[in-house]
Every structure is written in C-alpha cells, then in structure tokens.
C-alpha cells in the first residue's frame, strides 16, 4: 500500500468506523504539516501565541477530519494548511492576539 492508499485508509476507517487507531495515524503524520503554521505565527505574535496553539491544534483535529472528503480530490496537505491556518488565526482573535 502506497502513502495515498495508507492515508485514504486511514480517513474512510476514522470517518466511517470512527476507528481512534486510524485517527491517531493520521495524526502523527499530518503534525509535520501543521507545526511550520505553529513556527510562523509564533513568530509573528510571539512564544505565549505558538504554546496556545500547541495545545489547541489536536483539541480540533477530529473535528477537522469528519470535514475532509476524498471524492473532491483536494490534497491532504492543501487541505490540512488552509484549515488550520483558519482556525489557528480564529485561536489568536479569541484570545487578543488579533484584532
């Protein structure tokens, strides 16, 4: 099974079963996309900012994940970026770092 066919695995198993193993999978592999977004607005808004937003990224991921559908053929890492690049400037507003 190559990668594709691993994390297509691993989405209909959490998205169809609610398979916590396949979640866990996918959340090891897509936290190298996400931590460069945490790096960049760390750097933008400071150390206090980057630890909010170490702790808020996995508190959505299995929200974030019963939204992604294969069919459309949007890539994984495109999709996983512009989400958390969304929700992480909403985790900022909320908490004053944003206007």
Same mark, same amino acid.
């Not at 090891?28 to 909010?52: Q, R, S, V």
């Given at each position: =099974?190559?990668?594709?066919?691993? !994390?297509? /695995?691993?989405?209909?198993? $959490?998205?169809?079963?609610?398979? #916590? /193993?396949?979640?866990?999978?996918?959340?090891?592999?897509?936290?190298?996309? #996400?931590? @460069?977004?945490?790096?960049?607005?760390?750097?933008?808004?400071?150390?206090?900012?980057?630890? !909010?937003?170490?702790?808020?990224? /996995?508190?959505?991921?299995? $929200?974030?994940?019963?939204?992604?559908?294969?069919?459309?053929?949007? @890539? !994984?890492?495109?999709?996983?970026?512009?989400?958390?690049? $969304?929700?992480? =400037?909403?985790? !900022?507003?909320?908490?004053?770092? =944003?206007?």
């Amino acid at each position: =099974m190559n990668m594709d066919e691993q !994390l297509a /695995d691993w989405i209909t198993r $959490f998205q169809r079963d609610k398979d #916590i /193993d396949a979640l866990a999978s996918l959340k090891d592999y897509c936290k190298d996309m #996400i931590e @460069p977004l945490i790096i960049e607005f760390t750097e933008k808004y400071g150390e206090e900012a980057g630890e !909010l937003l170490r702790l808020k990224w /996995d508190k959505r991921f299995y $929200f974030i994940f019963t939204k992604y559908q294969l069919n459309v053929g949007l @890539p !994984l890492d495109t999709f996983v970026k512009n989400t958390y690049r $969304f929700y992480f =400037m909403q985790v !900022l507003r909320r908490a004053g770092y =944003m206007n």
